[in-house]
């Protein structure tokens, strides 16, 4: 039934594309009279990785940046210094119609869709918006757009790259070596986190954090795994505590009764402990994009997966 429903609406996607078409435009100015939207809808890591371009686009035009995000990813981008409003777009065919009527109120000069590949919806929406130019990555729907940039080879070009690769061509200056992901956490947050590293006396050495948590069970290492990798870390002059989700506490129990165990359902509070860390291991790439705008050391754990992109 799910390949059925894909079939139909790929079909309703060329078909919309093949009558969508909208006037080519070669030169595109940004300055810092523009008023510009940027729409990243999906996940967290999505979010996190949009941030360098976001962070250099204001730094070097000095634009007014505004983004469209989505309800679960909105949060990463409401403390972001170079964003003057975070939007969250609304699911349905009525909220569907109330962010296109938002967006069109604010008379933007540019929009441009920082998504990887195709969205039926984003496609769908570029095409409601009155906004003269819009902008994307060449990735086949190139139809609703008034410019597409060269996609960068996805086994050479990591996806901040292959963002940034929009600026370079719009002409914009790109500052590889400046890139880097942005995230802040608000003071008050710290407080949980500073409180923890009080009452197990943390503070006294290097602080190593094992991350055991990544949404999924196959992307859980094991428990015996994780208990050979703390008793070797505890082997050093190193204080070690491990981080999870609170659903995987009775694991993080089973690897080592005797290590602090931190966890929080807020993504401030954990991210404020992240970046107390001397140096992190992690399975979990939003926490690796935590650690890198925080530059902390880690080591990414990733499981085997058949792709040949390259990984953070």
């Not at 009558?19 to 979010?47: E, P, T, W, Y």
């Amino acid at each position: 039934m799910k390949e059925v429903e894909i079939f139909f609406k790929n079909i309703v996607l060329k078909l919309f594309l093949l009558f969508n078409k909208v006037q080519k435009v070669d030169d595109v100015n940004i300055n810092s009279q523009s008023k510009v939207l940027l729409i990243r809808l999906n996940r967290i890591g999505d979010a996190l990785v949009t941030t360098p371009f976001i962070n250099q686009l204001k730094k070097y035009t000095g634009c007014k940046i505004d983004i469209l995000a989505d309800r679960k990813n909105s949060f990463v981008f409401k403390n972001n210094p170079d964003l003057d409003n975070v939007f969250v777009f609304k699911k349905g065919f009525s909220g569907f119609r109330e962010t296109v009527k938002k967006l069109n109120s604010n008379n933007y000069d540019i929009v441009i869709d920082l998504h990887d590949d195709v969205s039926t919806t984003v496609t769908f929406l570029i095409s409601a918006l009155k906004i003269p130019v819009k902008i994307a990555l060449d990735k086949g729907n190139e139809t609703v757009y008034s410019k597409v940039v060269k996609k960068l080879d996805s086994e050479k070009h990591h996806v901040i790259e292959r963002n940034l690769n929009i600026l370079k061509e719009l002409k914009l200056k790109v500052n590889k070596e400046e890139a880097n992901i942005v995230y802040s956490v608000p003071e008050s947050e710290y407080e949980e986190v500073d409180t923890f590293l009080e009452i197990y006396k943390l503070k006294k050495k290097k602080l190593v954090g094992i991350n055991i948590s990544a949404g999924s069970e196959a992307r859980f290492w094991g428990v015996e795994n994780y208990k050979q990798l703390a008793d070797q870390l505890l082997s050093f002059d190193v204080n070690v505590i491990l981080l999870c989700h609170k659903d995987d506490v009775d694991k993080a129990k089973a690897i080592n009764k005797t290590l602090p165990i931190f966890y929080s359902p807020s993504f401030d509070i954990f991210s404020a402990m992240i970046s107390r860390l001397d140096f992190l291991v992690t399975p979990d790439t939003s926490i690796i994009h935590i650690a890198s705008a925080f530059e902390i050391p880690l080591f990414g754990l990733y499981v085997k997966y058949n792709t040949k992109d390259i990984i953070w």
